[in-house]
């Protein structure tokens, strides 16, 4: 049983529990739920949503158990697969990007109410609204925190992304930027660089449009108040177009 995060999670028969603690919102537990269920319509390979129930007063959501391992226990099992591993990766990000999800909240407006949240100043906070409404439109589906832990493989081999309490629709490049930055964030800068060149080699995205997205989305990071990013994040929530440009030369 992983007590972690504040919740738990085990395994009932092909039955996977994830039970938050009593402290735990309730909107948020059903706003996931309905997230996955608007997910699983799309046909993408995700685990179903079986039950949302209270256990002993704590919120659950039940889903299909998937036997197997996440992509994040197969990089640190076979490191040499790196490579191979991020490729896939970047397949499967591309393929939940090629859907529609209408009904989920957009990116945008998610990012604008994070960024009224920060206490960042209001000439910043002014700037970084402007900047999201000068970013692309687009409507792919975007999973809000894509990485390896989130991807589960099963023992035949078939993937299956979980974890939808994050998902909007929106810019995709948005999605890859912020993968790339908690690739930074837990200090995987060699994985991070590499994950981003396969993925614009792949989409024909273009580096800088990736990049552009970081001081919106470390604003947003930066509301969790997570002590040791707070360094970082600011970093990137105050570059400007010279660090910005900086950082492309070093991916
Ligand atoms: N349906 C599932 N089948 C198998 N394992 C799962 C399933 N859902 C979650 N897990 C495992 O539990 C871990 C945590 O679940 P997740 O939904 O990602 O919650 P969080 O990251 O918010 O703690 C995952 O990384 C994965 O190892
Ligand atoms: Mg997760």
């Known amino acids: 049983m992983d007590t972690s995060n504040r919740k738990e999670t085990y395994v009932e028969g092909d039955r996977f529990y994830k039970v938050f603690d009593r402290m735990k919102n309730k909107a948020d537990v059903l706003n996931e739920a309905l997230n996955q269920a608007w997910v ?9 949503l079986l039950e949302v129930k209270v256990i002993d007063g704590c919120w659950a959501l039940v889903t299909r158990y998937i036997k197997g391992k996440t ?8 490191p040499e697969k790196e490579e191979e591993y991020l490729r896939w990766f970047v397949d499967l990000q591309l393929e939940m990007q090629s859907k529609r999800c209408p009904a989920l909240r957009k990116h945008r407006d998610k990012m604008n109410g994070k960024i009224s949240q920060t206490d960042l100043s209001a000439t910043l906070r002014y700037d970084l609204h402007n900047r999201i409404e000068s970013m692309p439109r687009h409507n792919s589906l975007c999973h809000g925190d894509f990485n390896p832990s989130n991807v589960v493989i099963d023992e035949s081999g078939k993937a299956y992304i979980i974890d939808w309490s994050h998902a909007t629709q929106g810019n995709a490049e948005a999605d890859v930027a912020r993968t790339f930055m908690m690739f930074l964030v837990d200090e995987k800068k060699t994985r991070a660089c590499r994950y981003l060149k396969i993925f614009c080699e792949k989409s024909g995205c273009q580096i800088k449009d990736v990049l552009n ?5 470390a604003a947003s990071q930066s509301v969790k108040g997570i002590r040791k990013q707070t360094g970082f994040l600011k970093n990137l929530i105050f570059m400007d177009e010279k660090g910005l440009e900086e950082l492309y030369e070093e991916v």
């Open 213 to 217: 997205w970081l001081p919106i989305l």
């Open 40 to 48: 699983e319509e799309t046909g993408l390979s995700i685990p179903s």
């Open 71 to 78: 992509l994040e226990q197969m990089l640190e099992e076979e």
